[in-house]
C-alpha cells in the first residue's frame, strides 16, 4: 500500500515536471505573445496540479495536506488571473495577434 | 563531497562580482541599483551557506530532532534583507528626484549637466 | 544529495544576474530581479534558513518589484548604452572573483558541524531558547530577545528610510489640484480589467489574514513583523492597483499610515523603556510580567507587533508617494 502510494506519487511528480518542460519549451519556440503566454499558462495549471498533487500522496493525511491544498487553490485562482492581465495589457497596449498561418521557417514577426 | 560545497561559495563570488560589475561599469542610475541589490543578495547567501549543518534542519525547536543549523547568520541576514529593501526605496526616491531636476537617469549625461 | 538540487538553483542564479546586468530594457532586469529573489529565496530554503527564505521571497521578490516598477514609471524605460571604462571594470572585476574563489579554499566545509560558527554563541542560543524564552522558533527568539538592541536599530532604520523618502517625493502631491476625470482610465485602477478585479477582490481579504498568521505565528514557525509587514503592504497595494490610488487612500489615508509608521517604531521603544520602568534594563522583558517567561512571550509578541506596524507603514508610504508623483 505504501509502495503503491509511493509510485502513484513518483509517477505524478514526473508527469508535472514533464508539463513544465513543455511549457518552458512552449514559452520559447512559440512565435509571438499570446501563444507563449498559452504555453506557458500549462505551468501554472497543470504542472502545479500534478507536482503539487504529488507532493501531497507523500504527505499522507497530515495538517501539510491541507495547506498544501490551499495552496494549489490558491495557484488555479491566481495564476490564470496573471494570464488573463498579462494578455489584456498585451492587446491594450497594441501587441497585435497573429492572422493567418505562420510561414515555415519564421520565426518571429 | 567538500567541492560540491565550494561551489557555493564559488557562486558567491562570481554573483557578488556580477553585482559589483553592474554598480561600477553601467552609467543608468538604476540599473546600478539593481547591481548593488544583486551583490547583497550574494552576501546573504555567503552567510546563511555558513550556517548550514550536515543532517540538521531549520532552528525551530521540536521533539525528536537534535541538530539544528545555527540561528545566528539567519538573524543577521533577516536585519540585513530590510535593510537593504529600506536602502534600495531611498535610492530610488533620490533617482526619481534626479530625473526631474537633470532630466536623464544616465550618469555621463548628469555630469555633463553638472558642468554647465 | 540536496546539495545537487542547490547546485542546479546556484547556476540558474548567475545566468540569471547575468541577463540581469545585459538587459537593456530596464523593465526586464526588474522582472528577473524579481525572479532571482526568488531563486535565493529557494536556495535558502534548502540551506535550512526558513525565516529568511520567507522574508527574501515577501521582500525581496514582492515589495522591491513593485517599488523598482514604480520607480521606472517616472523614470525611462531603456537604457542607454554603457560607459567608457568597461574593459577596466571586466579586468578588476575578474581579478577580484579570482582572489575570492582562492580565499573560498580555506572555508570550512558547507555542513560541517565542528566549523566556529556552530559553536560559541550559536549553540548557547540554542541552549538557552527553550530554557529562559521557551517559543520553539529560535531565530524570533534570537531577533527579537536576546538581540533585541539589533532590531531596535533596524526598526529605526526603516522608519528613517519611510521619512527619506517621503521628504523626497511627497513635496508635490500636497499641491496637487487637478480634478479627476472620469474618463481618464488610467487614474482609475484597473477599473476595465475584469477578471483581475474580481479575482482580486476576493483574495485581498485572505491575503490580510495570512499577513495577521505570519506576525502572529513567528514564535512557533517561520514569521515574525518583517515578513507579515511585506505582506499586508502588499494586500494593500493590491487593491491599489486594482482600484485606482484614491481609493486605496480612501481607505487608509496618508495621516493614518504616518501615524502606523511613528506608532511601531515607539511601540518597540515603549516596551524597551517600560522594562526599565518595571526594574529592569533597557528592553529586558524578564520584568514585563510575574513569571520571567511569560513576560518574554508579551515582550517579543508586542515589538513584534510593532515591527510589522512600521514596516506595513514604510512601505505603503514609499508605495503612495512614488505612485502620487506622476500625476502632474
Known sequence: MAL????????????????????????????????????????????????IGGIMLQAGLTLATIKLAAILLFLLLTSPTASNALASAAILSGVQPDEGPIERGRTSR | M?????????????????GFYAVIAKSNLIKKLIGLSIFQAAVFLLY??????????????????????????????????VVGISTTALGLGIVVRIKEEYGSIEEDEIQERDRQ | MIILFGIFLLTLLVIT???????????????????????????????????????EAAIGAGISTVLFLGAL????EHERGS????????????????????????????????????????????????????????????????????????????FTAGIGVLFLLSARSAGRTEEI?????????????????VVGRMLIPFIFLFGLYVQFHGDYGPGGGFQAGAIVAAAVILY????????????????????????????????????????????????LASDPIVGQHIGIILIELGVGITVTGVLLCVFHAFAARGKV
Request: negative net charge; hydrophobic residues 55%.
Open chain 3, 73 to 76: 514609471a517616472l523614470t525611462g
Open chain 3, 181 to 197: 476625470d472620469p474618463a481618464n482610465v488610467p487614474n482609475r485602477g484597473l477599473r476595465h480589467y475584469l477578471v483581475p478585479r
Open chain 3, 240 to 287: 491599489a492597483l486594482l482600484e485606482g490610488e484614491a481609493e486605496a487612500l480612501r481607505v487608509l489615508p496618508l495621516s493614518v499610515l504616518k501615524w502606523l509608521v511613528a506608532g511601531g517604531a515607539l511601540l518597540y521603544g515603549a516596551v524597551g523603556v517600560t522594562g526599565m520602568l518595571l526594574g529592569g534594563n533597557f528592553l529586558d522583558y524578564s520584568v
Open chain 2, 48 to 81: 546563511i551557506t555558513m550556517g548550514k549543518v550536515d543532517g540538521g534542519t531549520a532552528p525551530i525547536l521540536q521533539d525528536g530532532v537534535s541538530l539544528y543549523s545555527t540561528p545566528l547568520p539567519q538573524v543577521l541576514i533577516l536585519t540585513a534583507i
Open chain 2, 2 to 18: 567538500e567541492l560540491l560545497g565550494l561551489v557555493y561559495y564559488w557562486a558567491f563570488a562570481i554573483l557578488l562580482m556580477i
Open chain 3, 17 to 55: 544576474a547575468l541577463a540581469i546586468v545585459r538587459s537593456e530594457s530596464l523593465f526586464a532586469a526588474v522582472i528577473l530581479t524579481g525572479i532571482f529573489s526568488l531563486l535565493m529565496a529557494a536556495n535558502f530554503f534548502l540551506l535550512d534558513a526558513a525565516d529568511v527564505a520567507l522574508t
Open chain 1, 4 to 51: 503503491a502510494i509511493d509510485i502513484l506519487s513518483w509517477v505524478l511528480l514526473s508527469l508535472g515536471g514533464v508539463f513544465v518542460f513543455i511549457g518552458g519549451l512552449g514559452a520559447l519556440r512559440m512565435p509571438n505573445l499570446y501563444t507563449r503566454i498559452h504555453a506557458a499558462s500549462l505551468t501554472d495549471t497543470m504542472a502545479a496540479v500534478l507536482i
Open chain 3, 83 to 158: 560607459s567608457k571604462n568597461r574593459m577596466a571594470a571586466l579586468g578588476v572585476v575578474t581579478i577580484t572573483t579570482l582572489i575570492v574563489i582562492y580565499a573560498t579554499f580555506d572555508k570550512p566545509r558547507l555542513g560541517d558541524p565542528d566549523a566556529p560558527v556552530q559553536q560559541h554563541v550559536g549553540a548557547w542560543y540554542l541552549e538557552n531558547t527553550p530554557k529562559l524564552i521557551d517559543i520553539p522558533n529560535a531565530v524570533t527568539a534570537v531577533l527579537g530577545s536576546f538581540r533585541g538592541y539589533d532590531t531596535l536599530g533596524e526598526v529605526f532604520v526603516v
